[in-house]
């Protein structure tokens, strides 16, 4: 068992050492309102993948925006779920993960390193149960495993939350590479 473990891991360290392909940032936008109109509070949620800094599996994480036209203020917090250890091996094998604030990543506020993002344009309805997916993450503290509950799943239970049925993430697949899974499926959204 543990040959076949150091196996796994060693193979998913050469996957994801292997340089990504070259090419510029990926961006769509999907309104997902009942009612497109003007509104006062305009609301989003973005799915966000980027590489990792200076090398790893990439990360996928979640930003919440509201703009308030009216008082011309734009508010916005991100998260991604990370493990609770950061040694490599209590990382790769599993242990207690948390969500973390995105802003204080350094690696999720430089541009350079954005491969995805999927914007979703919301009504208060669907902004507040996506952020109710977030919270019961938060509160439920899942396990972190790299290959079957990683920063990549809770993206999605963020996309589930949005009424969508998105394609789950393959086991230890990569965000940039689920991220694009994603895309292809919500542009056969109707």
């Known amino acids: 068992m543990l040959a076949r473990t150091q196996l796994l891991v060693c193979a998913y360290l050469l996957c994801a050492c292997v340089p990504a392909l070259v090419r510029a940032e990926t961006v769509m936008q999907v309104d997902l309102r009942a009612t497109p109109r003007p509104e006062p509070i305009q609301r989003y949620v973005v799915l966000c993948a980027r590489k990792s800094e200076p090398w790893g599996t990439g990360h996928s994480f979640v930003v919440w925006i509201t703009h308030d036209h009216y008082a011309n203020q734009t508010d916005s917090k991100g998260f991604g779920f990370y493990p609770g250890a950061q040694r490599v091996l209590v990382r790769l094998a599993g242990g207690k993960g948390q969500l973390l604030d995105e802003s204080s ?86």
């Open 105 to 190: 990543n350094q690696a999720s506020i430089k541009p350079g390193l954005l491969t995805h993002r999927l914007v979703f344009r919301v009504d208060k309805e669907l902004f507040d149960s996506s952020w109710s997916a977030k919270q019961q993450w938060q509160e439920a503290q899942p396990h972190y495993n790299l290959f079957a509950r990683n920063c990549t799943h809770f993206a999605h239970s963020v996309g589930t939350s949005l009424g969508l049925d998105p394609p789950k993430p393959n086991t230890g697949e990569r965000p940039p590479f689920y991220f694009e899974r994603l895309m292809r499926f919500c542009r056969e959204l109707p």
